[in-house]
Nanobody, 118 residues
Framework: QVQVVESGGGLVQPGGSLRLSCAAS????????MRWYRQAPEKEREFVAV???????NYADSVKGRFTISRDNAKNTVYLQMNSLKREDTAVYYC????????????WGKGTLVTVSS
């Protein structure tokens, strides 16, 4: 059974940093793409970042240069390092696992809340 569980959310001041983690289980982690999405209050859910099995990454323009996605295949974990946080980064952040190769099912976690406020 595929599971992804996010952690690391919390309250941070504007300009601060936070690292989110997503622990995965139930599948061959190294072969799946892993994505982060977010949903701000009263807004549509939006894509944030992706890392595929070969380590290639892509980011939404709104976070490029501030956020970094990475993965540790030995720990079955994907990370989202968030720097220079802005109030508009406040959202529930979701991790997804996309796979297996050739099928591209997307499995969602329950999310972790990030609040950027002074």
């Amino acid at each position: 059974q595929v599971q992804v569980v996010e952690s690391g959310g919390g309250l941070v001041q504007p300009g601060g940093s936070l690292r989110l983690s997503c622990a995965a289980s139930g599948f061959t982690f190294s072969t799946y793409a892993m994505r982060w999405y977010r949903q701000a209050p009263e807004k549509e859910r939006e894509f944030v970042a992706v890392i595929i099995s070969d380590g290639s990454t892509n980011y939404a323009d709104s976070v490029k240069g501030r956020f970094t996605i990475s993965r540790d295949n030995a720990k079955n974990t994907v990370y989202l390092q968030m720097n220079s946080l802005k109030r508009e980064d406040t959202a529930v952040y979701y991790c997804t696992a996309v796979g297996p190769p050739g099928r591209a099912m997307e499995y969602w976690g329950k999310g972790t809340l990030v609040t950027v406020s002074s």
